[in-house]
């Protein structure tokens, strides 16, 4: 699976950037997707991410309420609504997919396809 990761860029604290991921290669098997992020000299993080045979949802808490994870299927497409931006979001973003199904589908250490990477910097 390529994934291509895009939409990144500078916004202001409260405002908002829409992210997305497109998706190539063997999707039929892609079970999960998810986007993490690792703000600068800190470590990566999971900031959402779907299973796609019942689309369940996770969230870490810090973007609860303010980020949406969804998925275009037929168009191998996933997105990251990110509204009420706020500096601490200041990070590279991943998108990422995985063959793995299972109750850790959030988790990063599951996942083997992973974009290049998309900056977003908040500014307060």
């Known amino acids: 699976v390529q994934l291509q990761a895009s939409g990144g860029g500078l916004v202001q604290a409260g405002g908002s950037l829409r992210l997305s991921c497109a998706a190539s290669g063997r999707t039929d098997r892609t079970a999960a997707m998810g986007w993490f992020r690792q703000p600068p000299g800190k470590e990566r993080e999971v900031v959402a991410a779907i299973r796609l045979h019942d689309s369940s949802t996770y969230y870490t808490t810090s973007v609860k309420g303010r980020f949406t994870i969804s998925r275009e299927g037929a168009k191998n497409m996933m997105y990251l609504q990110m509204n009420s931006l706020k500096p601490e979001d200041t990070a590279v973003y991943y998108c990422?997919?995985?063959?793995?199904?299972?109750?850790?589908?959030?988790?990063?250490?599951?996942?083997?396809?992973w974009g290049q990477g998309t900056l977003v910097t908040v500014s307060s």
């Open positions: 990422a997919a995985t063959y793995y199904a299972g109750p850790r589908y959030y988790e990063g250490r599951e996942y083997g396809y």
